[in-house]
């Protein structure tokens, strides 16, 4: 989901990093009655710094994002932050936390074409708002927006997940969620810092998968951490109690950010983020409730941050976000601007990889 810059966090007073088809968390995947194949690896084909900027001109700050195709074969990127005007007459393009940028695109190979931002507040005063995952039902009648709703403050309620949905064919227009089944307004549910939302519906399980990060005890480490939980929905609007499944990864991560699962010949991926835009670590298991230890289990770190994965067309494509080309010690250090994208490949295992997966018990 891809995060804030420095400056930012002191802004507002918070330390927070954020958070990205057969695959994952943007659109249903049709996996049932897939028999577990062969291991594979999914890898990036080149070094980020050669991708393709996809959405940004390199000067504003794009962060946590989504990406969706539509009815019109249409792709779209929402996300935080974003171009705004120069209000303050200071020469520089700011940056709004309070809308999600919207971007459209006919393919992943070219840039795409900024739309205007979506504004929805539905608190009093604005809200931020960021980290959105995207998807349409399963009978693509309606697109989900679940994005991170936050007032500002470390208090638990003053932020939650919230809910817009769209039903015109080329998403152009959203709308707060105005429905009786969620128990206020468009609120889905309240947890510490839940953001960086991966939604995808599992034709295996027959249900819908929320992938997230939050605020939360984990075993072996002390006080409140960022860690990566797992709801399940049989219509995208009641979700159950959450599962935890991942802790910080080890060796300067610090948190569990921007979780992103995809499912495929038998396997779920999860890749988790940290403080260092540089890296992801990559989870392979068998059951999606369980990924195995943060250290003993993690089966190789990656390049990027805040990973996304589509296909398009019968090719791959993964897309990153702010990523840095260099170990990273602080929040939100990088220096590649705007969302990035390049095609994905799936090699065969290392030596030893397999033995780290985790098996469905």
């Not at 605020?215 to 979700?239: E, F, M, Q």
Request: charge should be negative.
């Amino acid at each position: 989901m891809k995060t804030w810059s420095a400056g930012i966090f002191a802004a507002i007073g918070l330390v927070l990093t954020i958070s990205l088809l057969t695959f994952g968390c943007n659109t249903a995947q049709q996996n049932a009655k897939v028999a577990r194949r062969e291991l594979r690896i999914p890898r990036v084909a080149k070094p980020w710094s050669e991708a393709l900027r996809l959405v940004g001109d390199g000067h504003p700050l794009y962060s946590d994002f989504a990406l969706i195709k539509d009815k019109r074969d249409q792709w779209h990127c929402i996300g935080t932050f974003g171009e705004s005007p120069d209000t303050l007459g200071s020469g520089y393009v700011l940056s709004d936390g309070y809308a999600l940028f919207h971007a459209v695109g006919n393919s992943l190979n070219v840039p795409m074409t900024l739309l205007d931002k979506i504004p929805y507040q539905i608190a009093s005063p604005p809200a931020y708002v960021w980290a959105p995952g995207v998807i349409w039902n399963r009978d693509r009648t309606m697109a989900f927006l679940f994005y991170f709703h936050y007032l500002g403050s470390s208090e638990f309620k003053e932020n939650c997940v919230r809910l817009l949905i769209s039903n015109t064919p080329d998403l152009s227009a959203w709308r707060p969620y105005d429905g009786t089944e969620l128990a206020e307004t468009n609120m889905v549910f309240r947890e510490q810092d839940d953001r960086d939302f991966c939604v995808f519906w599992d034709a295996r399980l027959g249900t819908y998968l929320m992938y997230y990060a939050c605020a939360g005890t984990y075993p072996g480490l002390p006080g409140l951490n960022t860690i990566v939980r797992v709801r399940t929905s049989k219509d995208l609007l009641h979700w159950s109690a959450p599962t935890t499944v991942m802790g910080p990864p080890p060796g300067g991560y610090q948190c569990a950010e921007s979780p992103f699962v995809l499912y495929r010949d038998g396997y779920y991926y999860l890749w988790v983020s940290g403080i260092d835009y540089s890296r992801v670590s990559l989870y392979i298991s068998e059951d999606p409730f369980n990924f195995g230890d943060p250290g003993a289990n993690r089966i190789e770190e990656q390049p990027g941050h805040a990973p996304e994965v589509v296909s398009d067309k019968g090719q791959d494509y993964m897309a990153c976000s702010m990523v840095s080309t260099v170990p990273s010690a602080t929040p939100a250090a990088h220096d590649l601007e705007g969302i990035l994208v390049q095609p994905l490949r799936w090699d065969k295992p290392d030596p030893g990889m397999e033995t780290r997966v985790t098996r469905k018990r």
